[in-house]
DNA sequence: AGTGCGACCCGAACGC
DNA sequence: TGCGTTCGGGTCGCAC
């Protein structure tokens, strides 16, 4: 699933691509994933150009002349450049057609992505990006300022890690090795989080994260991003999707429950209750 | 305000 | 084998 080091992928993969190539036309095969008017939508973007991509969390922002678009993969959304002869697949839902003859296609096996275009000046305002909080490796993502956003929570800490207006960017595969890199129980509650657990949470997030941006994110299940690009992190997984396995650090075996509906993973021994 | 949960989707995995 | 059912997973919006 693309978390934040997938999204960086493809960003970075995109970026090579398809900056400053001007745009002849848009097809909205699926109309639900456009949060504007569609109409508008194709307006805008037609004779248009895609002059930068940025990201904040898991949002890609591609800069246009007067507007943003900002899109959200969610699941299983990828983007694919194509000859725009190439059959249109099954999962093709959003079509932009350069001049070059060449399409970007948005693919979305489950139909989760979103896509919105904003005004320039209405990016710190749009009420996706105004939420999200700091990322792994910002430096204002310190211990105390996650020890102030657990204090009155009663809720697990790993759904704490996967509040995006907390920390923007993890997802349910770092969340699970980040709590793991870090020796804390998934079960345990924000406000029982101690300063040592914060500071622990603060530099693996920052670690796992930058070495998954490194192998170009995780291919887990369906998911691989852009143009064919394999992440390589999976390979380092160490308890997400590892459930029986013996823990590389004790052996113990990997335990799978869920949390909020969400499978977690983590090992019984080295991430106890009260260590 | 904090918290929990269904809805959105559909392919894969599972159960019989 | 083949069919029906369940699961997963990020985010939103609603209910409490």
Redesign the pocket.
């Known amino acids: 699933?693309p978390?934040i080091a997938e999204v960086e992928t493809v960003r970075q993969t995109l970026k090579s691509q398809i900056l400053n190539k001007k745009i002849k036309d848009v097809k909205i095969l699926y109309p639900?994933i456009i949060e504007n008017n569609t109409e508008e939508f194709k307006t805008i973007l037609k004779e248009n150009q895609f002059m930068d991509i940025k990201r904040r969390?898991?949002w890609l922002i591609f800069e246009l002349k007067d507007h943003f678009l900002l899109s959200?993969l969610?699941?299983?959304g990828k983007f694919f450049l194509k000859d725009r002869n190439a059959p249109i697949e099954?999962?093709e839902h959003i079509i932009f057609t350069f001049y070059d003859d060449t399409d970007l296609r948005y693919h979305d096996?489950?139909?989760?992505g979103r896509m919105e275009i904003i005004k320039k000046e209405e990016l710190k305002t749009n009420?996706?990006i105004q939420?999200q909080g700091f990322e792994p490796g910002e430096k204002d993502l310190t211990s105390a300022y996650l020890l102030d956003e657990f204090r009155?929570?009663?809720?697990a800490i790993k759904?704490l890690l996967?509040d995006?207006t907390i920390i923007s960017g993890l997802?349910?595969?770092y969340a699970n090795e980040i709590l793991f890199a870090s020796k804390i129980n998934p079960f345990k509650k924000?406000s029982q989080i101690t300063k040592k657990e914060a500071e622990a949470l603060v530099k693996n997030s920052q670690k796992i994260i930058k070495r998954a941006i490194e192998l170009g994110g995780t291919t887990i299940?369906?998911y691989t991003s852009s143009l064919g690009v394999t992440g390589r992190f999976q390979q380092e997984l160490k308890v997400h999707k590892k459930e029986g396995m013996p823990c590389v650090i004790c052996k113990a075996k990997i335990k799978k429950e869920?949390i909020?509906?969400?499978?977690t993973y983590f090992c019984p021994k080295c991430q106890r209750v009260n260590v």
Do not use: A, D, P, Y
Not at 260 to 263: A, D, K, L, V
């Open positions: 699933m978390e639900k969390g898991k959200h969610r699941m299983e099954k999962h096996t489950r139909k989760f009420k996706h939420k009155e929570k009663n809720v759904t996967l995006q997802g349910n595969i924000g299940k369906s869920k909020n509906g969400r499978s």
